[in-house]
């Protein structure tokens, strides 16, 4: 199973990038896809999710600048950011969830810089 994460990079403040997500080694249409920031905090906060079925969850700290996304077909998961802010800088990480079986992989991470 890989969760390969992209898309990270510096980005000036009120910049936009787009991370994905590609599945490979799951049954990707079966699986909830999740975003999460590793940022100053210590733990790991969730910022976007979709389920299986396409319903979105979006975090208070980038409602209203991100949207996720999926496509079945392309086995891929998609986090557009727009308007970001210095706060949004750390590592994404990607999380596929299949609940009734309590599986649950990670990826490795994508880094997003925003400078001030």
């Known amino acids: 199973v890989q969760l390969q994460a992209s898309g990270g990079g510096l980005v000036q403040a009120g910049g936009s990038l787009r991370l994905s997500c590609a599945a490979s080694?799951?049954?990707?249409?079966?699986?909830?896809m999740a975003w999460y920031h590793e940022g100053t905090g210590p733990h790991r906060e969730l910022v976007a999710a979709?389920?299986?079925?396409?319903?979105?969850t979006i975090a208070d700290s980038v409602e209203g600048r991100s949207s996720a996304s999926r496509d079945n077909q392309k086995a891929t998961f998609y986090l557009q950011m727009d308007r970001l802010r210095p706060e949004d800088t750390g590592v994404y990480y990607c999380?596929?969830?299949?609940?009734?079986?309590?599986?649950?992989?990670w990826g490795k991470g994508t880094l997003v810089t925003v400078s001030s």
């Open positions: 080694g799951i049954l990707f249409e079966n699986f909830d």
């Open positions: 999380n596929a969830e299949f609940l009734e079986y309590k599986t649950n992989f």
């Open positions: 979709i389920s299986r079925s396409g319903r979105t």
